[in-house]
């Protein structure tokens, strides 16, 4: 294990330390039929490598009737498997909650005012799309990450682009000028001494169409993440120039887990359950994908066979979703990130920033 890798598990250990005594359930609702019925009690989970987050898993769930809750997601995103693994195999009901899940289309701005005003109570989603509306000042808490990986850089196999550099004076599709993937591949641009507003033609489509716009010719390379990226890279006219789990970013968070302020300052140990329900739906979805991808079988496209599914579970990184100061660190480095290609304001605190949007839930 990499000196990184154990200061991620040592961070998360002593986190979870502080927090295990106290108590940990709480309900989340279940918006809209869920195809799945939950099973009474969550399936063990292999914690050999992390024996303090299976004392904090373990502790008991809250008394009484079983918390209503709304959680908020993209029911498309395959790399959010582990929300319906969460309602199939109990680990929402283990933790006595009774979640119903959204399926939000809408912009991150209109997705987090749901969140911060109560019309859910929690929600997961892209950490380079979160932040700049967090910076803004929604009260919406980030309690953990989630996974890593998902984004891509695509092109025709035969363009001449073979690296990130390569976009370097190129015409390129996205689907949202405000996406995550646009941030991130922008920030990456930046630390190669590329400007990606001056050097870097960005020119948005709908998110399905954007290899139509490659075969037109009126782009050279498109972002995109799965799986619809994953179903394209299988046709061999194809191929991936770059993604988000290059380099220094292989072992960093992608999505996070936001709770509504009021509940994080009302009911911590509400707040705590459905974190800890999340984080042990994540461990199992890095152990099980194969079980994950017939639990997000129903949400994905047809286009996509179980197969795929179980092979992009695995290629996200369900096992990193930090929590404590590695969260933190991830935080402010993304902020630093977003401030270098002016998306952050220059007079930012990146630090007092990142701090003032986490929240320890397991020390309550």
């Known amino acids: 294990m990499s000196t990184d890798n154990k200061k991620t598990v040592m961070d998360r250990r002593s986190l979870l330390r502080a927090g295990a005594a106290a108590a940990l359930v709480a309900p989340i609702g279940a918006y809209g039929a869920q195809a ?4 009474a009690v969550a399936p063990a989970i292999d914690f050999s490598e992390f024996p ?4 904090a898993s373990d502790t008991p769930p809250l008394t009484g009737a079983p918390r209503k809750l709304k959680l908020s997601w993209n029911a498309g995103a395959v790399c959010l498997a582990p929300l319906p693994v969460a309602i199939d195999y109990g ?18 701005d209109q997705l987090l005012e749901a969140i911060a005003t109560g019309k859910s109570d929690a929600g997961l989603g892209m950490a380079l799309r979160w932040l700049k509306p967090l910076e803004q000042g929604f009260d919406v808490k980030i309690a953990a990450g989630t996974h890593g990986g998902c984004m891509r850089v695509l092109t025709r196999a035969n363009s001449g682009i073979d690296r990130l550099a390569d976009l370097k004076g190129k015409t390129v599709a996205i689907g949202d000028l405000a996406g995550p993937d ?14 990606p507003v001056k050097d870097v033609d960005w020119r948005a489509y709908p998110g399905n169409l954007l290899n139509v716009a490659v075969e037109k010719g009126e782009v050279q390379a498109f972002l995109s993440s799965d799986p619809l990226a994953y179903l394209w890279l299988k046709d061999p006219q194809y191929k991936e120039v770059a993604s988000n789990l290059d380099g220094e970013y292989r072992d960093k968070s992608c999505c996070i887990v936001g709770l509504r302020g009021s509940l994080v300052r009302e009911e911590p140990q509400v707040a705590r359950a459905i974190t800890q329900a999340l984080l042990d739906a994540a461990m199992f979805t890095s ?3 194969d079980k994950a991808a017939k639990s997000f079988q129903p949400y994905a496209p047809k286009a996509a066979s179980l197969a795929d599914l179980e092979a992009m579970a695995r290629y996200h990184t369900h096992h990193h979703h930090p929590v404590g100061e590695v969260l933190k660190r991830e935080l ?3 902020a630093d990130d977003l401030k270098s290609v002016q998306v952050f304001k220059p007079s930012t605190d990146t630090a007092k920033f990142a701090e003032r949007i986490y929240v320890d839930v397991f020390s309550v």
């Open 36 to 39: 799945f019925t939950p099973r």
């Open 182 to 195: 646009k941030n991130f591949f922008s920030i990456q641009l930046s630390k190669l001494g590329i400007d």
């Open 91 to 108: 680990f929402f009901k283990k933790q006595n909650l009774d979640v119903e899940l959204v399926n939000y289309s809408g912009s991150t």
């Open 52 to 55: 303090i987050c299976k004392t």
């Open 287 to 289: 152990q099980n994908p």
């Open 332 to 334: 402010k480095a993304y």
